[in-house]
């Protein structure tokens, strides 16, 4: 019998070996005890430690105090790795991240080598690492950030320039513009990107630039031509037009500059005809430019024109802005919603109770102002009574069927012609406008359509408390990450969040800060309770410090699911109303 389980241990000890040499992974595999039982040797390529701490049999505590003593451990370069923080801290902290259910991580071991560490503990309590070298693929990033910061620093220079100056391709297509040239034609970038001369003057200047370009990227020799260029705003510009050739064989491109010389040209008499940056030049010659691209619509010109005279394009208010007071007892509502009406051109305020309403209109009334309407939280109790009872302008009750363009399309009804909709007392909240308002008024938890917000991102463990909330006939919905978790806990409000400490892109600790910072104004806390594969007492402490209310541990079971909410469900009429 031994020898047949050495001959098994042997052939996966082999199949191991065989992987890690086939995809270049330095594998390291330990027990439920922390005791390594594989460790393939492309271990010793990153940490430069005794091959004796590789064996079967030895702790994981020791292996990882031998890759600290060696001075090249995670994060460090060499040279102030023993300056870092003590052994047992360290050593402490990489044991947590090995009993995680999954922590991947890409860290640095050397001034310019890079590591991918992902790391996962089995149901079994089986711990596997795989360790990949990441500093070719680390260098290429930082090869393309450097590349992309040099990218956005000459386009800056580029469009700092008063010069007009643009690129073309050997298609001669625009594929870089600056501000300056832009302006000429009164276009964006956008518009002139990826387009031929063609596409923007007319066939005979087309045809006369297009010569010149492919003379120019032919021969290398540099063009250069004065020129007069009407604008499109109508004004002259004055230019000496140089073009080059850049770039390898087979990759030339064409940059085209444009020194602009109306100074020279134009000329003042006296310094006070002189404008900004112009300087007190006399010298008028035209004879030596080539007409060249006229960027001037008169028909479009005219047609602005008119409309300017017509008063078209005037603003239209011209006794100010309309005032729009807000009442309501949300603080989410008032600092989301009066921003926005400030944006829409109203002179917005808000009030918070019937008191401060009542001494808002007198001070009004004093001071001979104006409230234009009234816009009242249809979430407040005594909404309608206080529509009722108010005579000094239009209201409007907000209920959480308002879209937003309705919203500012009813708001200017009202202030012009008196017309306002009044939604009915039953009507849910604003569901076009990401508000969501707290519930001030409530005594106690409100009935929800969702009782328990589940966070799990592994499918398996989805499935099985979806199998178990339903099967004690509880609501729920799941997310498959933190970040959809807060979303789903906004939407709902659950009597309970079951909240896997370990996810993308938000974990569970992060999930649960960011519904308590959330939950400041409201009148009670959702119940939180961390799920981790294993009970470990950074993962509690850190879970507490987070907001969390209590913890399980995983597999789950459905007695554990109906203690944890009987223990913090206050009641269970909510689950037999629903």
């Given amino acids: 019998m031994n020898d047949v389980a050495s001959f098994g241990a042997n052939i996966q000890k082999t199949v191991l070996e065989a992987t890690s040499d086939a995809l270049g992974l330095a594998i390291l595999v330990c027990d439920k005890n922390d005791e390594i039982v594989f460790a393939s040797r492309p271990i010793l390529q990153f940490y430069p430690i005794p091959a004796q701490f590789l064996e079967t049999g030895t702790r994981l505590k020791d292996f990882l105090g031998a890759i600290f003593d060696s001075g090249v451990r995670s994060g460090t370069a060499p040279e102030s790795s023993r300056r870092h923080a003590n052994r047992d801290e360290w050593i402490s902290e990489q044991l947590s991240h090995h009993w995680r259910e999954r922590f991947d991580v890409v860290e640095r071991i050397g001034r310019h080598r890079w590591i991918n560490v992902r790391k996962r503990r089995l149901s079994s309590g089986l711990g596997i690492v795989a360790i990949s070298d990441v500093s070719e693929q680390k260098k290429r990033e930082e090869q393309m950030q450097l590349d992309m910061e040099r990218v956005e620093l000459t386009e800056g220079i580029l469009d700092g320039l008063p010069n007009p100056i ?41 045809e006369k630039f297009e010569r010149s370009d492919r003379a120019t990227l032919e021969t290398g020799e540099i063009h250069c031509l004065p020129e007069q260029l009407v604008q499109s705003d109508g004004e002259d510009l004055w230019v000496v037009t140089r073009k080059f050739r850049v770039g390898a064989p ?109 001494a808002f209109k007198d001070a009004c009334t004093a001071r001979g102002i104006d409230i234009d309407a009234l816009l009242i939280d249809g979430t407040m109790a005594d909404a309608l009574t206080i529509v009722a009872n108010w005579t000094t302008s239009p ?74 909330l339903e099967g004690l006939g509880i609501s729920y ?102």
């Fill in 395 to 468: 209201s409007l009750v907000l209920a959480k069927d308002w879209k937003a363009v309705e919203l500012r399309a009813s708001i200017l009804a009202l202030c012009e012609d008196g017309i306002g909709a009044l939604p009915s007392a039953d009507a849910d909240g604003p569901a076009d406008w990401d508000i969501i308002v707290p519930d001030l008024n409530m005594t106690g938890r409100p009935t929800p359509e969702v009782e328990v917000v589940v966070a799990e991102d592994n499918e398996i463990n989805q499935f099985v408390f979806a199998q178990i």
């Fill in 166 to 206: 643009c690129v073309k391709d050997r298609s001669l297509n625009y594929i870089a513009v600056n501000k300056a040239f832009c302006a000429i034609h009164g276009m964006t970038a956008d518009a002139i990107l990826g387009r031929s001369v063609w596409d923007l003057l007319e066939p005979e200047l087309a």
């Fill in 477 to 578: 919905r799941i997310a498959a990450n933190g970040e959809e978790a807060v979303k789903l806990w906004q939407q709902y409000r659950p009597n309970l969040v079951l909240m896997d400490v370990s996810m993308p892109v938000m974990n569970g600790f992060d999930a649960t800060r960011a519904i308590r910072a959330l939950e400041k104004t409201a009148s009670f806390q959702t119940p939180i309770i961390a799920v981790t594969a294993l009970a470990l007492d950074i993962d509690i402490e850190q879970g507490k410090l987070a907001g969390m209310d209590d913890h399980i541990t995983k597999p789950i079971s459905p007695d554990m699911i109906e203690a944890v909410y009987r223990k913090f469900v206050s009641t269970k009429i909510e689950r037999m109303a629903g």
């Fill in 250 to 358: 087979g990759k030339y491109l064409l940059v085209t500059c444009m020194n602009d010389v109306t100074d020279l040209v134009v000329g003042y008499d006296g310094l006070d005809e002189l404008s900004p940056g112009r300087s007190p030049l006399e010298i008028k010659d035209y004879g030596v430019f080539a007409p060249a691209q006229n960027c001037y619509d008169p028909f479009r010109s005219i047609d602005m024109q008119h409309l300017v005279e017509a008063g078209a394009i005037i603003d239209p208010d011209s006794k100010g802005k309309q005032r729009i007071l807000l009442m309501t007892g949300a603080t989410a509502l008032e600092v989301n919603l009066v921003p926005q009406l400030r944006r829409w051109g109203f002179d917005a305020c808000a009030v918070r109770s019937t008191a401060e309403l009542t």
